[in-house]
C-alpha cells in the first residue's frame, strides 16, 4: 500500500510562491500519472495539474504559466511550484498517483492566499 504524504501549504501574502511536497512511500516508477487537485470552500475537487511516466504535463488554464508540477524519482516526491498566487488559489491542495490498478491520494495540505 503505498502513502504519500504532502507538505509545504502555508498562508501567503497575493503574488507570493509556494512550493508543496508529495512524497511517496514507494517507488514512483510504477505510476502511469501523478498530480494535484485542489477543493476551495463549497466549490467542487478540481484537477489542477498532471504529469504522466513520460513526462507530459497538462495544466488547469487558470494556473497555465503560474505553476509548474515536477517529479524525482530517485527522491520518490512530485512537486507543485506555484508562482505569482492569488486569492482564488487558496484551496486545500490534494497530491495523486496513479498505477495500472487504482489511484492513490495524499492528505491534502491548506493553501491560503491573503493579505
Known amino acids: 500500500q503505498v502513502q504519500l504524504v504532502e507538505s509545504g501549504g502555508d498562508l501567503v501574502q497575493p503574488g507570493g510562491s509556494l512550493r508543496l511536497s508529495c512524497a511517496a512511500s514507494?517507488?514512483?516508477?510504477?505510476?502511469?500519472?501523478m498530480g494535484w487537485y485542489r477543493q476551495a470552500p463549497g466549490k467542487q475537487r478540481e484537477l489542477v495539474t498532471s504529469?504522466?511516466?513520460?513526462?507530459?504535463?497538462a495544466y488547469v488554464d487558470s494556473v497555465k504559466g503560474r505553476f509548474t508540477i515536477s517529479r524525482d524519482i530517485d527522491k520518490n516526491t512530485q512537486y507543485l511550484q506555484m508562482n505569482s498566487l492569488k486569492p482564488e488559489d487558496t484551496a486545500v491542495y490534494y497530491c495523486?498517483?496513479?498505477?495500472?490498478?487504482?489511484?492513490?491520494w495524499g492528505q491534502g495540505t491548506q493553501v491560503t492566499v491573503s493579505s
Open positions: 495523486y498517483a496513479r498505477d495500472t490498478l487504482r489511484i492513490y
Open positions: 514507494g517507488s514512483i516508477r510504477s505510476f502511469v500519472a
Open positions: 504529469i504522466t511516466s513520460g513526462g507530459g504535463t
